[in-house]
Protein backbone atom coordinates (compact mmCIF):
# COMPACT_ATOMS: atom_id res chain seq x y z
CA UNK A 1 0.00 0.00 0.00
CA UNK A 2 0.85 3.73 -0.74
CA UNK A 3 1.89 5.90 2.24
CA UNK A 4 -1.02 8.80 1.98
CA UNK A 5 1.72 11.53 1.62
CA UNK A 6 3.16 9.77 -1.05
CA UNK A 7 0.08 9.04 -3.03
CA UNK A 8 -1.16 12.77 -2.78
CA UNK A 9 2.15 14.16 -3.56
CA UNK A 10 1.39 11.76 -6.73
CA UNK A 11 -1.72 13.04 -7.25
CA UNK A 12 -0.60 16.93 -7.28
CA UNK A 13 2.07 16.02 -9.83
CA UNK A 14 -0.13 13.98 -12.46
CA UNK A 15 -3.02 16.93 -11.78
CA UNK A 16 -0.11 19.76 -12.95
CA UNK A 17 1.48 17.04 -15.47
CA UNK A 18 -1.80 16.91 -17.53
CA UNK A 19 -2.67 21.02 -17.36
CA UNK A 20 1.21 21.43 -19.46
CA UNK A 21 0.38 21.41 -23.48
CA UNK A 22 0.20 17.99 -25.21
CA UNK A 23 4.09 19.37 -26.55
CA UNK A 24 5.20 19.58 -23.50
CA UNK A 25 3.83 16.54 -21.70
CA UNK A 26 5.42 14.43 -25.03
CA UNK A 27 8.90 16.06 -24.33
CA UNK A 28 8.85 15.76 -20.76
CA UNK A 29 7.92 11.67 -21.39
CA UNK A 30 11.05 11.75 -24.07
CA UNK A 31 13.70 12.56 -22.04
CA UNK A 32 12.34 10.54 -18.94
CA UNK A 33 11.69 7.21 -20.89
CA UNK A 34 14.34 5.19 -22.05
CA UNK A 35 15.34 4.66 -25.46
CA UNK A 36 15.96 1.84 -27.48
CA UNK A 37 16.99 0.97 -31.08
CA UNK A 38 14.49 -1.44 -32.83
CA UNK A 39 15.24 -3.64 -35.31
CA UNK A 40 13.52 -6.50 -37.35
CA UNK A 41 15.07 -10.25 -37.91
CA UNK A 42 13.16 -12.98 -39.58
CA UNK A 43 13.58 -16.80 -38.83
CA UNK A 44 13.31 -17.84 -42.48
CA UNK A 45 12.56 -21.72 -42.58
CA UNK A 46 12.74 -23.98 -45.57
CA UNK A 47 9.17 -25.43 -45.55
CA UNK A 48 10.51 -28.50 -47.79
CA UNK A 49 12.90 -29.44 -45.02
CA UNK A 50 12.03 -33.04 -43.28
CA UNK A 51 13.27 -33.67 -39.65
CA UNK A 52 14.44 -30.83 -37.64
CA UNK A 53 13.86 -28.68 -40.38
CA UNK A 54 16.55 -25.95 -41.85
CA UNK A 55 17.24 -22.37 -41.68
CA UNK A 56 18.28 -19.22 -43.70
CA UNK A 57 21.43 -18.20 -42.20
CA UNK A 58 23.59 -15.57 -43.28
CA UNK A 59 27.66 -15.11 -43.37
CA UNK A 60 28.72 -11.43 -43.29
CA UNK A 61 32.07 -9.45 -43.52
CA UNK A 62 34.92 -10.59 -41.75
CA UNK A 63 34.29 -8.77 -38.37
CA UNK A 64 31.07 -10.72 -37.65
CA UNK A 65 32.42 -13.66 -36.40
CA UNK A 66 30.09 -16.22 -37.33
CA UNK A 67 26.12 -16.40 -39.17
CA UNK A 68 23.11 -14.55 -38.63
CA UNK A 69 19.87 -13.93 -39.34
CA UNK A 70 18.44 -11.72 -41.96
CA UNK A 71 17.82 -8.20 -39.77
CA UNK A 72 18.16 -4.48 -39.76
CA UNK A 73 17.38 -1.55 -38.15
CA UNK A 74 13.93 0.25 -38.83
CA UNK A 75 13.39 3.33 -40.89
CA UNK A 76 12.18 5.97 -38.84
CA UNK A 77 8.03 5.22 -38.64
CA UNK A 78 8.75 2.16 -40.16
CA UNK A 79 6.09 -0.69 -39.33
CA UNK A 80 8.19 -3.54 -38.15
CA UNK A 81 7.01 -6.12 -40.46
CA UNK A 82 7.37 -3.76 -43.11
CA UNK A 83 10.99 -3.47 -42.15
CA UNK A 84 11.63 -7.60 -41.76
CA UNK A 85 10.52 -7.62 -45.02
CA UNK A 86 12.37 -4.91 -46.66
CA UNK A 87 15.57 -5.93 -44.71
CA UNK A 88 15.00 -9.95 -45.86
CA UNK A 89 14.86 -8.74 -49.56
CA UNK A 90 17.85 -6.60 -49.16
CA UNK A 91 20.20 -9.30 -47.50
CA UNK A 92 18.94 -12.29 -49.05
CA UNK A 93 17.10 -11.62 -52.37
CA UNK A 94 13.90 -13.59 -50.79
CA UNK A 95 11.01 -11.12 -51.86
CA UNK A 96 8.00 -11.41 -49.29
CA UNK A 97 4.94 -9.68 -48.72
CA UNK A 98 4.64 -8.22 -44.81
CA UNK A 99 1.48 -10.48 -45.19
CA UNK A 100 3.51 -13.85 -45.37
CA UNK A 101 5.48 -12.73 -42.25
CA UNK A 102 3.71 -13.67 -38.80
CA UNK A 103 5.41 -12.53 -35.41
CA UNK A 104 7.34 -15.07 -33.32
CA UNK A 105 6.53 -16.44 -30.32
CA UNK A 106 7.85 -14.09 -28.33
CA UNK A 107 7.04 -11.31 -31.12
CA UNK A 108 9.74 -8.80 -29.43
CA UNK A 109 13.58 -9.30 -27.59
CA UNK A 110 14.46 -6.52 -25.34
CA UNK A 111 18.26 -6.72 -25.29
CA UNK A 112 20.40 -5.59 -22.10
CA UNK A 113 22.16 -2.74 -24.43
CA UNK A 114 19.07 -0.47 -25.32
CA UNK A 115 17.99 -2.62 -28.51
CA UNK A 116 14.96 -4.49 -29.08
CA UNK A 117 14.42 -6.80 -31.95
CA UNK A 118 10.67 -7.81 -33.53
CA UNK A 119 10.98 -11.64 -34.56
CA UNK A 120 8.74 -12.76 -37.64
CA UNK A 121 8.60 -16.25 -38.77
CA UNK A 122 8.11 -17.12 -42.91
CA UNK A 123 8.11 -20.42 -44.60
CA UNK A 124 9.70 -20.26 -48.16
CA UNK A 125 10.45 -23.27 -50.23
CA UNK A 126 14.16 -23.60 -50.14
CA UNK A 127 14.54 -25.59 -53.44
CA UNK A 128 12.59 -22.52 -55.56
CA UNK A 129 13.86 -19.86 -53.68
CA UNK A 130 16.93 -18.24 -55.38
CA UNK A 131 18.66 -16.14 -52.81
CA UNK A 132 21.19 -13.30 -53.97
CA UNK A 133 23.56 -11.45 -51.78
CA UNK A 134 25.05 -7.91 -52.12
CA UNK A 135 28.62 -9.23 -51.10
CA UNK A 136 29.05 -6.42 -49.59
CA UNK A 137 26.75 -6.03 -46.93
CA UNK A 138 26.45 -10.18 -47.15
CA UNK A 139 28.89 -12.40 -48.30
CA UNK A 140 27.05 -15.67 -48.54
CA UNK A 141 23.40 -16.65 -47.53
CA UNK A 142 23.09 -20.67 -47.30
CA UNK A 143 20.01 -22.85 -45.67
CA UNK A 144 21.43 -24.83 -42.35
CA UNK A 145 19.73 -27.81 -40.69
CA UNK A 146 18.55 -26.51 -37.45
CA UNK A 147 20.06 -29.69 -35.90
CA UNK A 148 23.77 -28.59 -37.18
CA UNK A 149 24.10 -25.25 -37.50
CA UNK A 150 27.21 -23.71 -38.36
CA UNK A 151 29.10 -21.10 -35.88
CA UNK A 152 26.75 -18.27 -35.04
CA UNK A 153 27.14 -14.66 -33.62
CA UNK A 154 26.83 -14.19 -30.33
CA UNK A 155 23.30 -12.07 -30.64
CA UNK A 156 22.34 -14.79 -33.44
CA UNK A 157 22.99 -17.48 -30.99
CA UNK A 158 21.03 -15.81 -27.93
CA UNK A 159 18.43 -14.82 -29.75
CA UNK A 160 17.27 -18.15 -31.54
CA UNK A 161 17.70 -19.74 -28.08
CA UNK A 162 14.20 -17.91 -27.08
CA UNK A 163 12.99 -20.22 -30.05
CA UNK A 164 14.93 -22.98 -28.55
CA UNK A 165 17.50 -23.35 -31.08
CA UNK A 166 20.95 -23.35 -31.56
CA UNK A 167 23.75 -23.85 -29.09
CA UNK A 168 22.18 -22.14 -26.23
CA UNK A 169 18.60 -24.22 -26.73
CA UNK A 170 17.47 -24.38 -23.57
CA UNK A 171 18.68 -22.00 -21.04
CA UNK A 172 16.33 -19.52 -20.75
CA UNK A 173 16.62 -16.62 -20.39
CA UNK A 174 19.58 -16.87 -22.44
CA UNK A 175 23.59 -16.18 -20.51
CA UNK A 176 24.18 -12.43 -21.38
CA UNK A 177 27.51 -12.57 -23.07
CA UNK A 178 30.97 -10.94 -20.54
CA UNK A 179 32.67 -8.27 -22.17
CA UNK A 180 31.42 -9.21 -25.88
CA UNK A 181 30.47 -6.84 -28.18
Known amino acids: MIPRSRATGRAVFYQAFYRLPLPVRRRLVRLAVPKYIVGAVTLVRDAEATG ?25 GEAPVVG ?4 LFEES ?20 KG ?43 RLLAYYDIGPLAGQFPPPVPDNRP
Open 115 to 157: WVDMVFEADVPASSTELAVDGAEVFEAAWHPLDDLPKLTWPTA
Open 93 to 112: GIRLPPSRLRPAVPNAIVHA
Open 84 to 87: AARE
Open 52 to 76: AGRLLMLRQPPGNKGWSLPAGLLNR
